[in-house]
């Protein structure tokens, strides 16, 4: 199957990210989100994400302007994927409003369109068993900043079909990406190891083993990491970290997946990491 047209919902960090990569690579895109104020910031992200590129001489400008030219932008979800060969979710990470958008995707798409999710945790099985088609579901897990980070898991449903996946995972090469194929388990692995150290990074925070930058400091130097695990909680946002660590507490009921108390007073607080300007760091 050819992927020559996709969609993406929602216009927030990963989605205009996965739009910016699809467009780099050929791909004619849709970025749809319910806010035209939150796509005109996408583009506006993607249009400056594109000038570093040109100032490291990744792009010239021409190719600039025709990665933008390649991106088109919607209120109209329901219309936008009527025509599209496949669909990535981009929205907040809540399972109920995941559900919501693959029923409305399922509806709206063509019967052979792949119906991708860039969910981080929460189980592709049970988004799939919320549409008529659970063999097209499939997870697409981009990494954050999606222009700079090769990897994409790739989740399998119970019901995702052999087709679905192999098209997923050509497309993923063509985007410059190293697909891996995980198992549909909460987490898959990448949120299942990062987030119980992020945790513990938090909780020894909030006990006073160490500072802020302290903590991270030992883990870039100690462990070459190339953020600290507090300043990557920042990046990533608190409150997503948050939902996921409640996912993984609940689903695999296991206490070393408890949430710090210490975060979840930072994230009631709207310390929300860079996109709010404070997090365990403090951004312009």
Known sequence: ????????????????????????HGKSVRLLDVSQEVLDA??????????????????????RLDVLA????????????????????????RAELK??????????????????????????????????????????????????MELVEVIRGLATSDETTSATVEFAKELGKTP?????????VSN????????????????????????DTVMKLGMKHPMGPLELADLIGLDTCLNILELLHRELGDDRYRPSPLLRKYVAAGWHGRKSGRGFYTYD
């Open 70 to 93: 390649r991106v088109e932008t919607s209120t109209d979800v329901s219309s936008g994927v009527a025509d599209v060969d496949l669909v990535v979710e981009a929205v907040p990470e």
């Open 99 to 148: 559900y919501q958008v693959f029923g409305t995707l399922d509806e709206a798409t063509r019967p052979d369109a792949i119906l991708a999710s860039n969910t981080s945790s929460i189980s592709i099985t049970e988004i799939a068993a919320r549409t008529k088609h659970p063999e097209r579901v499939i997870g697409m897990h981009f990494m954050n900043p999606v222009p700079v």
């Open 180 to 188: 891996v194929e995980v198992n549909d388990f909460p987490g898959f």
């Open 1 to 24: 199957m050819s992927i020559d047209r996709i969609a993406v919902i929602g216009g927030g960090t990963m989605g205009n990210g996965i739009a910016h990569v699809a467009a780099q």
């Open 42 to 63: 996408a583009v506006e992200t993607i249009g400056k994400n594109l000038d570093r590129q040109v100032a490291k001489g990744i792009l010239d400008e021409q190719a």
């Open 192 to 215: 299942r190891v990062l987030m119980p150290m992020i945790n513990e990074a938090v909780m020894a925070l909030m006990e006073g083993v160490a500072s802020v930058e302290a903590i």
